[in-house]
């Protein structure tokens, strides 16, 4: 099994990168699918980027309709002012406490406690939620995520592990978006 993953691992990477065509969503969102991530720009592609993963827990079909953003959400802000990094949790608490740690690709990260805000990008307090607002640590983070394969999120509450797959094509298509629209 194991020798059969690592010759499958350099056909899988060799694929390219499922994206699909952007279009307007009924929220007015323009969006496109890179498999496992959504990208999303607000006012129809003029307002601001983020790709978005959502996680749903497949043992409980119930948790599909539990909230908006299922189980787990992971979004990464788009690159305008320096990426930003917003994680959900239905299992946090209102206003989550950490210490709260990231795992990529079976290495944890070392992101200062001083770098985890209880505000969104867009300045929002969000419950469940926790950030990793612009600046080193940000950009650290997502450079990493952008070469790795799965990002574990772990909370005294719980954990939850997104795939990366799709994440480097769909802030790809943002910032070609994102340099389409301000010319």
């Not at 065509?21 to 007015?28: D, K, Q, S």
């Not at 996680?55 to 599909?64: G, H, I, T, V």
């Not at 992101?111 to 505000?119: D, M, N």
């Amino acid at each position: 099994m194991r020798l059969l993953a690592i010759f499958s691992l350099p056909f899988l990477l060799a694929l390219p990168a499922a994206a699909g065509p952007w279009f307007t969503h009924e929220f007015g969102e323009k969006r496109s699918y890179h498999q496992d991530f959504l990208a999303v720009c607000a006012d129809n592609g003029a307002g601001p980027c983020r790709a978005v993963q959502y996680l749903f827990d497949p043992a409980n079909p119930s948790s599909f309709g539990k909230g908006f953003f299922g189980v787990a959400r992971l979004a990464v802000h788009g690159s305008t002012n320096g990426p930003a990094v917003e994680i959900y949790m239905l299992a946090l608490p209102d206003d989550p406490v950490g210490p709260f740690e990231l795992i990529l690709d079976g290495r944890t990260l070392d992101i200062p406690e001083a770098s985890w805000s209880r505000v969104t990008p867009e300045g929002n307090n969000v419950a469940e939620s926790v950030s990793i607002l612009k600046g080193e640590a940000a950009d650290v983070l997502v450079a990493g995520m952008k070469r790795g394969f799965f990002l574990t999120f772990k909370a005294p509450e719980a954990e939850a592990v997104f795939s990366l797959r799709g994440l480097t094509s769909a802030l790809n298509a943002i910032e070609q978006l994102e340099q389409k629209e301000s010319h």
